[in-house]
């Protein structure tokens, strides 16, 4: 499967400074979902968009995260006031269908770092 | 989504065929069986999905059984480059992928 592009690679930001990670679909995807890994943990699910709105979140997606899809196309998220534990790799997927049969595509990534 | 079983870590030769195990005991009749690997902090890499019957692609063999309570991945040689952290998981619809710890598999030389 190629690989979905996410910008950026790399940011570094200070505590409390708002930062979007944004995912560029390279299809008719109409699934969205953000995943992070903190260094040396397992991927965690965040939340899940579909129809522009979220169709499910986690305890981890507080009020301090939002996404968008703003233009229709690239899938954002934001996280208004950084801490130090939002440090991690943050992943987005895409689905195109309703069909566990039809696969899940990855982007390659965001490595935020929060100083 | 069911919940799965993997072995922490496992060791293979390689060249050697590398099966790795996955228990999903309590997967429902319309969720996907799905494995991905991750090589340090890259993004999960797909490797194959299945229903119930057996499947094959360029990168592995997903075998499943008939009670479709378990399944095992299969590299048929293995290389250096093969050693990643291999989840397994279940999925119906569109629902979101659920990560555990996964198998740390490492291919020695």
């Known amino acids: 499967e190629p690989e979905v592009t996410q910008t950026p690679s790399h940011q570094v930001t200070q505590m409390g400074q708002e930062v979007i990670l944004r995912c560029v679909p390279i299809s008719n995807h109409l699934y969205f979902y953000w995943y992070r890994q903190i260094l040396g943990q397992k991927v965690e699910f965040l939340v899940s968009?579909?129809?522009?709105?979220?169709?499910?979140k986690s305890e981890i997606f507080d009020d301090q995260f939002s996404v968008e899809r703003p233009d229709g196309s690239n899938f954002t998220l934001k996280i208004r006031s950084t801490k130090l534990e939002d440090s991690a790799m943050y992943f987005c997927?895409?689905?195109?269908?309703?069909?566990?049969?039809?696969?899940?595509?990855f982007g390659s990534g965001t490595r935020l770092t929060v100083v | 989504d069911a919940k799965t079983t993997q072995p922490t870590s496992m060791d293979c030769a390689e060249g050697r065929a590398a099966n790795l195990p996955c228990n999903h005991s309590?997967?429902?009749?319309?969720?996907?069986v799905y494995w991905y690997r991750q090589i340090h902090s890259q993004g999960p890499q797909y490797i194959i999905h299945g229903l119930k019957n057996n499947e094959t692609n360029e990168m592995a063999s997903l075998i499943i059984t008939e009670d479709r309570k378990s399944s095992t991945l299969i590299l048929p040689h293995a290389t250096l480059r093969d050693t990643a952290v291999y989840y397994c998981t279940t999925v119906q619809g569109a629902q979101k992928l659920v990560f555990g710890q996964g198998t740390r598999l490492t291919i020695n030389p």
């Open positions: 309590t997967i429902s009749g319309n969720e996907y």
């Open positions: 968009f579909y129809n522009n709105e979220i169709s499910e």
């Open positions: 997927a895409l689905k195109t269908r309703d069909w566990a049969g039809d696969g899940y595509t």
